[in-house]
């Protein structure tokens, strides 16, 4: 059974950093591209950051690039959010993802497993 457990969300002040952490088991997590999304209240959830198998392919949303990072550590079966400059429309549940592909997505419907999500708010 596959799981995906975030970590690392809270309340933080306008221009303040976050680091989300997402602990998988369950299959070969180096055999799987993982991504970030977040939901706001009333929206669709939305792409933020994906990362390929390997860790040396990535790709981020235009409102987040330059400010969040994503990484892996294929050793700890672990992806991660480093999130700077966060900004009060930042706020939403921020979910991890796991794709059954080696090559990473940007949308919601090509990952095949998500965690319960973590709320991140952001006070201006």
């Known amino acids: 059974q596959v799981q995906l457990v975030e970590s690392g969300g809270g309340l933080v002040q306008a221009g303040g950093s976050l680091r989300l952490s997402c602990a998988t088991s369950?299959?070969?997590?180096?055999?799987?591209?993982m991504g970030w999304f977040r939901q706001a209240p009333g929206k669709e959830r939305e792409f933020v950051a994906a990362?390929?198998?390997?860790?040396?392919?990535?790709n981020y949303a235009d409102s987040v690039k330059g400010r969040f990072t994503i990484s892996r550590d294929n050793a700890k079966n672990t992806v991660y959010l480093q999130m700077n400059s966060l900004k009060p429309e930042d706020t939403a549940v921020y979910y991890c993802?796991?794709?059954?592909?080696?090559?990473?997505?940007?949308?919601?419907?090509?990952?095949?497993?998500w965690g319960q999500g973590t709320q991140v708010t952001v006070s201006s």
């Open positions: 990362i390929n198998w390997s860790g040396r392919s990535t």
């Open positions: 993802a796991e794709r059954s592909y080696l090559n990473l997505g940007v949308a919601p419907y090509e990952y095949d497993y």
């Open positions: 369950g299959r070969t997590f180096s055999g799987a591209a």
